[in-house]
């Protein structure tokens, strides 16, 4: 006897919820048993349905995903929380999951990597799109001596040195190309070297490195 593994869907988007609903039900080991439009609603139908995997949209009016996930957390102890978002902010992902989420993906992952995702949490693991997992690996590293920092610094280009700063300063590639008279894939090359040769990966870790070493001013 086939077991179905209950789902509580909470978006506010329709069409979104309409494209998961055929999207699971092309599967036999899901069943949709509930949509939520609001963080309000998803807590509502949780603590009716006791659903085995929830969902959650974190940006919905009123109640968002994070400001009810600790609730649910406590409301549905046995129940899996998978995190499905556009925000790709490392930020978001740190407190999905210190708030008690299963997993985080990204709303452009394709349809397979969703369902893995989905399985994946019902299993017990935790699931983190893979764009995002290296942030969590940055935040296990030791940050780099200040003297490193320098040095490293010390070796990018005047071309690259200029270009990070304008990134950390919030500026985009097209930006930065039509300001530097530069094409927006120069500035992606210089920008990616740079980056490597700093040991950063995310925007967020270049803004903290900038300014740790007076490159930018936090006005």
């Known amino acids: 006897m086939n077991t179905h ?13 309409a494209g998961l609903r055929l999207l699971l039900i092309g599967q036999n080991e899901f069943e949709v048993v509930a949509e939520a439009s609001t963080g309000s609603e998803a807590l509502s139908l949780a603590e009716k349905l006791q659903p085995d995997l929830i969902l959650l949209d974190l940006s919905m009016p009123g109640l968002g995903g994070m400001d009810v996930l600790p609730t649910l957390r406590k409301m549905v102890p046995s129940t899996k929380i998978l995190i499905l978002t556009m925000h790709d902010d490392p930020q978001y992902l740190r407190q999905a999951l210190k708030h008690g989420a299963s997993g985080y993906v990204l709303k452009k992952a394709a349809d397979a990597e969703l369902l893995s995702a989905m399985r994946a ?29 320098e040095d490293a610094w010390g070796s990018l280009s ?4 200029e270009v990070l700063k304008m990134v950390a300063l919030g500026h985009t590639s097209a930006e930065i190309a039509e300001q530097l008279s530069l ?10 070297r740079g980056m490597e040769k700093l040991g950063l990966r995310t925007r967020a870790a270049l803004v903290k490195f900038a300014l740790q070493n007076g490159l930018i001013r936090q006005d």
């Open 183 to 192: 094409s927006a894939k120069t500035v992606e090359t210089y920008r990616a």
């Open 121 to 149: 949490v019902l299993r017990g693991e935790v699931y983190v799109h893979p764009s995002m997992t290296r942030v969590l690996l940055e935040d296990m590293l030791p940050a780099p001596q200040a003297a490193d920092k």
């Open 5 to 17: 593994s209950r789902v509580l869907l909470a978006d506010d988007h329709a069409v979104l919820r």
């Open 158 to 161: 005047e071309r690259e040195q």
